[in-house]
């Protein structure tokens, strides 16, 4: 719990726009104290405190959000000014109907401004406001603020429930909270420490094994020491046998290699016999082209002399086809010129015929010029006329503007009316819907009340399905690590067996070669092994499998029963909006009839037009005004459509000038046009016969002729230098033999001594092979001797194996029971930290609960509660009644004289006993007057108490109604015990509609409501 804070809570102002009954309000508080909120029943009392609590928390007594918005209005604003803190504090909070709203919380600067606090969203800010306030809204209304009708809810409850509403109030539904959590975390260590137990028997009953697998180890080390020793033995026998078999293996090798040799000399005898005789073959024909040399230089001669003649003539084609290009650019350069010319000359042609078709058509324009002038004269007589009315409109148009807006004003003046009219029959037809439903309310209430019963008895069943699943999630976690280790097992197996495949591969264990028997017993065990290990593995999977599908099946209880737990909330707050509906109906009946008669009212000024009267009588003035000015819009719009009907004529006009003007530039334009056609036919004449472009043309034609190219003889040539192309190519085959038949000899005896190298060389391998064969023959052959000795090798290996398999099988037997023998020693240790944990929480669920903390809590407020409530009613009852509060009565059995004071049996309640003059008696014995002066008492110490538990002093006290039931003498006196607790407050209000009750305070705030809203008026 926070400190006590000691800071005043201080209201300085509230504005209200839109809210509930208030059109626009303001409230200063400055230099109240002790003040009286009064007025009729309706008129927005209990509203204007209500938004207050709208303000700072958003809730008020407004069924839905958007029916704290006045009826006819689209948005609702409060802004509620205080002092805390010794800092001045503004809240500002808005909403619309279409759902939007606004919170804004500000503190004031030393310079006057207001800074802003607000967070990034309602949520955020509203979180703020609550943290600097330390004080929420449930305790606000139960402390500060004692709202109507609710006085006596305390009192009127059943002792039992009295004391549940005091732990509402206290908040010690906290307690209850961690209650429940303290005993879920007891229930998560007690299957902990079930597990942990389970454990520790099986992991116990292993290590009993221990000895036994000692012993049997020793006994296998004492075989494995003797086989090895004989094995040393047959090993050195096996290996003198084999380094004489490594010798005999040497000279096969090197007879292999002489072999081999043997055979690449025959091979390369055979290759060199095919070489030469392609040599030879090559000789002759180079004999042969050598012979033929000199014929073929002659041929090669007579070919370079045609090929001299095809350059000549490749070079009189090029001139030719020049000569030819620059001819054809020529003549198209000259077709080019003429045709410009010639396109030149068609437009100019066509221009003048356009000109000349002009000028006729300006003479057609010039022949109505006669006509053109009287409708002229006729176009100023019009234009005259209109001016005239001109004038007259410009008399005219302010009465007729004045006309209008107090034609406006008086129609608006009836649409308000109307407005209003419509406004007060859509609220009593709300009213009396509202009113009628209050049968269907009730009922929907009941029916609520028996739903959340339900819903009540289905949440116990779902924590006993919570608890369920707990416990098979703990079982599926330890099925899930036996699955794991067996999973290790089994990789380990696998790996021994991947190993076995290998050829030649060595044992697993001790890492010795394997021989056949031995392998196949160690492949044979360790199969066997992984059998066992996959039927464990089997039979675990399938208890996680059931284990699973109960706990799935628990999962979907679970989820099922939260579907339909999700509406509880939502069902609870349709009770609470249900109960709020149920209660304003009858503030609403109250308004019906003050709406009768106001519609009536409304109605009857509607009918007979009596509004606006002044407007009306201004209105008629103006029209005989108008009247009397002789002006008609009908006249004065004929007038403009005369002279729009002769506009023509001025438009005729300046066509007749256009014409004028356009027939002389046509006279000018068309002998410049004549002149130039003569000047082009004369240039397209000159540029046929006498030009440049002409005479060059002449020039290229009598260099082609004089050229003399002929293209038969050309072509003639070039097939004759192609038929001779041949001869070059025997040229320089003639060429290349000359330089290559040397080197062809040469090639010839080389190859011939290696023919007789190679025969040299045969002579030498045969010998070389004889000699090597005589030396293995020397050699004994001992391959079955060392095969009898690999074979007894082998069985003692096999037999070593089986021992060193059974040695290893052994030893990780004895290092998993070391690790169960650590792994014990471990989960003792958890075992006895979830024990400790499991005690811990057990008692912590104790203490939160109802007969720990909680009752402890309650025990130590009721004296406090006692007796600052006895201390307020002593002031408003004279020192006449005294209040008491018992916490716990003996049972009907032990109230017997023959129970004895020990086996009397209690039960915890919250009695209240009232004493006075005459003794003791219940709450319900007293008049309306003295149990609301008692229901007072204690409600104020009450809302004392709980502002000093949240950490905020009581500074502001509000009273709403419920003085109703005191007498004259009742009313002083508690208008004195208000006085007398004035000094503990800054500020207190009463709500009242009593006369006698107001004219006791020398500041009121008189509520009365309008056609525009609840209005207020402080009277000092």
Request: aromatic share 4%; glycine share 4%.
């Amino acid at each position: 719990m926070t400190s006590i804070w000691r800071s005043i809570v201080i209201p300085l102002q509230l504005s209200l726009k839109n809210f509930l009954s208030y059109s626009e309000a303001s409230l200063d508080f400055t230099g109240l104290h002790t003040a009286c909120i009064c007025g009729a029943n309706g008129a927005g009392k209990s509203s204007l405190l209500e938004g207050i609590t709208w303000a700072i928390w958003g809730e008020c007594r407004a069924v839905s959000e958007d029916d704290a918005i006045s009826n006819g209005a689209m948005d609702v604003r409060v802004d509620f000014t205080f002092m805390m803190h010794g800092e001045t504090c503004r809240i500002i909070r808005s909403r619309q109907r279409d759902g939007n709203g606004g919170l804004e919380f500000q503190i004031q600067t030393s310079g006057g401004q207001f800074r802003t606090l607000t967070q990034k969203g309602i949520r955020s800010t509203q979180a703020l406001i609550d943290d600097y306030l330390k004080i929420d809204y449930d305790t606000f209304i139960n402390s500060a603020y004692l709202r109507q009708g609710k006085a006596d809810e305390f009192m009127l409850k059943k002792p039992t429930d009295r004391k549940q509403i005091l732990a509402d109030l206290l908040k010690l539904d906290r307690y209850e909270q961690l209650a429940d959590r303290a005993k879920d975390t007891a229930k998560q260590y007690k299957l902990q420490v079930e597990v942990f137990t389970e454990n520790l028997a099986a992991d116990e009953l292993q290590l009993g094994q221990i000895e036994g697998i000692t012993q049997q180890r020793d006994t296998v080390k004492v075989e494995i020491d003797r086989l090895q020793k004989v094995q040393v033995v047959e090993e050195k026998e096996l290996e003198s046998f084999k380094t004489i078999a490594r010798q005999r293996e040497t000279w096969r090798q090197q007879l292999d290699w002489e072999q081999k040799r043997d055979r690449e000399l025959i091979q390369a005898a055979t290759q060199i016999q095919a070489d030469l005789q392609l040599l030879n073959i090559d000789k002759n024909r180079l004999d042969e082209l050598l012979i033929r040399s000199d014929e073929i230089s002659v041929s090669y001669q007579a070919y370079l002399c045609l090929q001299q003649q095809v350059e000549v003539l490749d070079r009189q084609f090029n001139t030719y086809q020049q000569s030819q290009l620059k001819q054809q650019q020529l003549q198209q350069q000259l077709e080019r010129q003429t045709q410009e010319l010639q396109l030149t000359l068609g437009r100019s042609q066509a221009e003048l015929a356009l000109v000349i078709q002009q000028q006729q058509e300006l003479v057609t324009t010039l022949a109505t010029a006669g006509d053109v002038t009287k409708a002229i004269a006729q176009l100023q007589l019009c234009r005259q006329r209109v001016t005239e009315l001109d004038r007259l409109q410009a008399e005219v148009l302010p009465l007729q503007q004045e006309r209008s807006i107090l034609t406006v004003k008086i129609d608006r003046e009836a649409a308000k009316i109307q407005a209003k009219l419509n406004e007060l029959m859509l609220r009593e037809q709300q009213i009396k819907l509202k009113t009628n439903e209050q049968s269907r309310l009730l009922a929907q209430l009941n029916l609520l009340d028996t739903q959340i019963t339900e819903l009540d008895n289905k949440k116990v069943y779902q924590k006993r399905i919570e608890e369920k699943g707990l416990t098979k999630k703990e079982n599926i976690q330890r099925l899930d690590a036996d699955s794991r280790n067996y999973q290790r097992q089994l990789l380990e197996l696998d790996r021994k067996l991947e190993l076995l495949e290998v050829p030649d591969a060595s044992c697993p264990v001790c890492d010795r070669p394997l021989d056949e028997n031995h392998w196949e017993h160690v492949l044979t065990s360790a199969k066997s092994e992984r059998a066992n290990i996959e039927q464990q593995i089997s039979a675990t999977q399938e208890e996680h499998s059931r284990y699973v599908r109960e706990r799935e099946d628990l999962i979907a209880q679970y989820k099922q029963l939260n579907r339909e737990l999700a509406g509880s909330e939502s069902l609870r707050e349709q009770r609470g909006k249900l109960q709020a509906q149920l209660d304003s109906v009858a503030e609403l009946q109250v308004n019906l009839q003050e709406i009768a008669i106001e519609k009536s009212q409304l109605e009857l000024a509607i009918e007979s037009k009596s509004y606006a009267g002044e407007l009306q009588i201004e209105l008629s003035q103006l029209i005989v005004q108008l009247e009397a000015t002789n002006y008609s819009e009908q006249s004065h719009a004929l007038a403009r459509g005369e002279v729009d009907k002769f506009r023509w004529a001025e438009v005729k006009q300046e066509r007749i000038k256009d014409a004028e003007r356009k027939q002389q530039q046509s006279i000018e334009r068309k002998e410049r046009l004549e002149i130039e056609i003569v000047a082009i036919e004369g240039n397209i004449n000159l540029l046929q016969t006498n030009s440049d472009l002409k005479l060059e043309l002449a020039a290229v034609v009598r260099e082609i002729e004089e050229l003399g190219y002929n293209r038969d003889y050309h072509n003639q040539v070039a097939t004759n230098l192609r038929e001779s192309q041949s001869i070059q190519l025997q040229y320089q085959e003639v060429q290349q033999a000359q330089q290559t038949h040397p080197q062809l000899l040469e090639r010839i005896q080389i190859l011939e001594t290696n023919e007789r190298q190679n025969i040299a060389d045969r002579q030498k391998s045969t010998e070389e092979i004889d000699r090597i064969s005589l030396e293995i023959a020397k050699i004994p052959d001992n391959d079955a001797r060392i095969l009898a000795i690999e074979q007894q090798l082998a069985e003692r290996r096999h037999q070593l194996d089986l021992q060193l398999s059974s040695i290893g099988s052994l030893e990780q037997q004895l290092t998993q029971l070391h690790h169960i023998k650590d792994r014990l020693r471990s989960q003792q240790q958890q075992l006895d930290a979830c024990k400790q944990q499991q005690k811990i929480y057990d008692e912590l669920s104790k203490a939160f609960g109802k007969n720990g903390i909680q009752a402890l809590v309650i025990e130590n407020i009721l004296p406090q509660l006692e007796a600052e409530s006895n201390q307020i009613l002593s002031k408003l009852s004279n020192n006449q009644f005294h209040v008491q509060f018992i916490t716990q009565k003996a049972t009907k059995g032990s109230r017997t004289k023959k129970a004895s004071v020990k086996s009397a049996k209690y039960i915890d309640t919250l009695d209240i006993v009232i004493g006075d003059a005459n003794g003791t008696r219940s709450y319900e014995t007293y008049s309306g007057g003295e149990a609301f002066r008692i229901n007072f008492s204690i409600r104020l110490a009450l809302a004392k108490l709980l502002s000093q538990r949240a950490g905020t002093p009581l500074q502001l006290l509000i009273v709403d109604e419920g003085f109703g039931t005191q007498d004259r003498e009742g009313c002083d006196r508690l208008i004195a015990a208000i006085n007398a607790i004035s000094a503990d407050f800054a500020c207190i209000l009463t709500v009242t509609h009593m006369p006698q009750f107001r004219e006791a305070f020398q500041t009121r705030i008189e509520v009365h409501k309008t056609a525009q809203g609840s209005q207020l008026q402080v009277i000092s």
